[in-house]
Nanobody, 123 residues
Framework: QVQLVESGGGLVQAGGSLRLSCAASGRNFNYYTMAWFRQAPGKEREFVATISRWDGGSYYANSVKGRFTISKDIAKNTMYLQMNSLKSEDTAVYYC????????????????WGQGTQVTVFS
């Protein structure tokens, strides 16, 4: 098993930047495909970005492509989400997640979740 703890959320003006962190403990970090999801009030939790355990590739939702960057530091067992050019529609609770198998963009592939960190973008 793996335990996940997010940090780095906050209040930021539109056009600004934030970096989220997800610290992992427990099983070897590299065993999992790691991802970020987000959930805005009244909406379904949606895929944001992922790093595949199979090919090491990074994949993004169209809504964040070119603005967000996912990365991981294996030595620190930590994943990051650098968010630039933030928009009000990026306001949500952001969750990190880990999966062993399955469609890496599908929420139900992920077995392990953090508690979430709030990101609020104001105009």
């Amino acid at each position: 098993q793996v335990q996940l703890v997010e940090s780095g959320g906050g209040l930021v003006q539109a056009g600004g930047s934030l970096r989220l962190s997800c610290a992992a403990s427990g099983r070897n970090f590299n065993y999992y495909t790691m991802a970020w999801f987000r959930q805005a009030p009244g909406k379904e939790r949606e895929f944001v970005a992922t790093i595949s355990r199979w090919d090491g590739g990074s994949y993004y939702a169209n809504s964040v492509k070119g603005r967000f960057t996912i990365s991981k530091d294996i030595a620190k067992n930590t994943m990051y989400l650098q968010m630039n050019s933030l928009k009000s529609e990026d306001t949500a609770v952001y969750y990190c997640a880990a999966a062993e198998f399955g469609n890496i963009r599908a929420r139900n592939s992920y077995n392990y979740w953090g508690q979430g960190t709030q990101v609020t973008v104001f105009s």
